[in-house]
């Protein structure tokens, strides 16, 4: 409970954004500053005794005001053309040789958004890359039925160490994590495999619903005004979510499997599990999801690891053994 005593909800976003409102998909404004109405720490957040806890802090980056976007294509509909076969490879034609590298899986279409390819093992895994190219100032509202309304999309965190975006190592880490479930049997949808769509927050969720999702990972870096801070921290509702309360504790066991296994292989600081109603993202799910925050853009040190294609791998194979462990005892819900 320490945590939430320290909460803090800073407002840093991108190094040039405005300041504003957190939460990843629909957090709070700025302008209603919220400690209290935010996040709870789930009573059993396991913070490692000892440990140097650091005040989890929302991804200030979704709702800001982000320079507003000209309105791009809706990109949801003649997104489900994906390929769902695996592209036949030349190492698929030839004998395996002791040095072949494991088997490549299909690529992905540019710019798609709801790109499904599918597995073998029953199950479906869908992965939203936060954010997007363009923020999307328009708004919807943050829970079925709703009359507060979010952002349907901020533009995200960045480095200010002259890395890249959070979008754009939200996608890395998604395709790595993407390519590992598909060798480990996963049919997986995508919600965007570019940076050049316009998907919103409730869209997103729409996605992981209409495919009865057996875990819907969001992946997010974060930000805090806070230089020292630093962690993984994941995101889901309460009991008491208006909108998708008795998914909390599905929920709450997935996020503790990815927790878990993320800090096991990549031996990142422990921020925390986190619940809170304020994302919107969450609150249009009916299906076991969490906002995963990879990290702190905003530390050095962690910043150059999430900027790290070997330190991504590591993220993407803890989520992977984490929706191993969850769905070991769940049945596929589409067989
Ligand atoms: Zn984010």
Redesign the pocket.
């Known amino acids: 409970m320490r945590s939430v005593m320290k909460y803090i909800l800073s407002g840093l976003c991108t190094a040039l954004l405005v300041i504003g409102t957190a939460g ?1 998909s629909g957090g709070p404004k700025a302008s209603t500053p919220e400690p209290a109405t935010l996040p709870v720490i789930g009573p059993d957040s396991s913070v490692p005794a000892g440990t140097d806890q650091t005040s989890p802090t929302r ?1 200030q ?2 709702p800001e005001t982000a320079a507003p976007t000209e309105p791009t294509l809706p990109s949801t509909e003649g997104t489900s053309e994906a390929p769902t076969q695996p592209r036949t490879t030349e190492a698929e034609t030839t004998a395996p040789r002791p040095t072949d590298p494991a088997p490549s899986v299909p690529d992905v279409a540019p710019d798609a958004t709801n790109f499904r390819t599918e597995g073998t093992n029953g199950y479906v895994i869908v992965i939203d890359p ?2 997007q190219a363009k923020g999307n100032n328009a708004q919807e509202p943050v829970g079925p039925g709703a009359s507060e309304t979010k952002a349907k999309v ?1 533009s ?2 960045a480095s200010r160490f002259g890395g890249r975006a ?1 979008y754009q190592v ?1 996608l890395e880490v998604a395709l790595k994590l993407r390519e590992e479930l598909l060798r480990r049997g996963y049919t997986v949808i995508m919600t965007r495999t570019g940076h050049n769509v316009d998907i919103s927050n409730i869209e997103r969720a729409e996605i992981a619903n209409n495919a009865n999702a057996d875990a819907f990972l969001r992946i ?3 930000g805090n005004d806070n230089a020292s801070v630093q962690g993984i921290s994941i995101y889901y509702q309460t009991p008491a979510n208006p909108y998708n309360g008795p998914l909390h504790d599905e929920a709450k066991a997935l996020n503790a499997s990815l927790l878990d296994h993320m800090l096991r292989r990549t031996g990142a600081r422990n921020a925390g599990l986190l619940e809170s109603d304020a994302y919107s993202g969450i609150n249009w799910c009916q299906v076991p999801a969490g906002l995963i ?1 990879m990290g702190f853009m905003t530390n050095q040190e962690e910043d150059a690891r999430l900027q790290d294609g070997a330190y991504q791998m590591q993220l993407a194979l803890g989520m992977a053994d984490g929706v191993d462990e969850f769905l070991s005892t769940r049945a596929p819900k589409n067989r």
């Open positions: 990843c991804d980056t979704e936060g954010h901020s995200g965190t959070e939200n997010h870096c974060n925050e």
